[in-house]
């Protein structure tokens, strides 16, 4: 599985201040961006691809997943911890379902990626304006048998 490495940049800057907010440090309470479950406390960012366009076609940002996509995409993150310990969680599969309230519905495996230089995960999904969405992400670690979900509420006007 291919990490992208993210060099500082204006994406780079927003994705080290989510990483840095979500640092053993500062964890929060539930919020909308934040849910602990199963011994997990895990974060979502979410960044309009729009940021990214600008950089040159052999750029890191350029390339990650698949390259950037064009209409209505946010890069949705995820950045993983144990809620006992705050140490990151590096070990996992995590995969993501987008419904909208308009009925669409995606599901995508996230990419580890590594954002000055700590692992989180991430994937371009197209969210257009004027829908609130449920965000579902799915946590599985090798070792386990199960799988934890966790559930984020999300809108865009």
Same mark, same amino acid.
């Given at each position: 599985?291919?990490?992208?490495? +993210?060099?500082?940049?204006?994406?780079?800057? $927003?994705?080290?201040?989510?990483?840095?907010? $979500?640092? $053993?440090?500062?964890?929060?309470?539930?919020?909308?961006?934040?849910? @602990?479950?199963?011994?997990?406390?895990?974060?979502?960012? !979410?960044?309009?691809?729009?940021?990214?366009?600008?950089?040159?076609?052999?750029?890191?940002? @350029?390339?990650?997943?698949?390259?950037?996509?064009?209409?209505?995409?946010?890069?949705?993150? !995820?950045?993983?911890?144990?809620?006992? /310990?705050?140490?990151?969680? &590096?070990?996992?599969?995590?995969? +993501?379902?987008?419904?909208?309230?308009?009925?669409?519905?995606?599901?995508?495996?996230?990419? #580890?990626?590594? +954002?000055?230089?700590?692992? &989180?995960?991430?994937?371009?999904?197209?969210?257009?304006?004027?829908?609130?969405?449920? +965000?579902?992400? #799915?946590?599985?670690?090798?070792?386990? &048998?199960?799988? /934890?979900?966790?559930?984020? @509420?999300?809108?865009?006007?």
């Amino acid at each position: 599985m291919k990490v992208f490495k +993210i060099k500082f940049c204006a994406l780079s800057w $927003t994705m080290l201040i989510l990483s840095l907010l $979500t640092s $053993t440090s500062v964890l929060a309470k539930d919020s909308d961006l934040h849910k @602990s479950v199963d011994g997990y406390s895990v974060y979502l960012g !979410v960044l309009p691809a729009e940021m990214i366009r600008g950089y040159p076609k052999d750029h890191t940002e @350029s390339l990650m997943h698949g390259g950037i996509p064009t209409d209505h995409r946010y890069h949705l993150t !995820v950045a993983l911890f144990d809620s006992m /310990t705050g140490k990151r969680i &590096t070990d996992t599969n995590i995969q +993501i379902q987008v419904l909208s309230d308009s009925g669409s519905s995606q599901w995508k495996v996230l990419e #580890k990626m590594l +954002i000055g230089g700590m692992q &989180t995960y991430g994937n371009y999904f197209s969210m257009p304006a004027g829908n609130v969405y449920q +965000i579902k992400v #799915k946590i599985h670690r090798p070792a386990s &048998t199960r799988a /934890t979900t966790v559930l984020f @509420s999300w809108g865009r006007s």
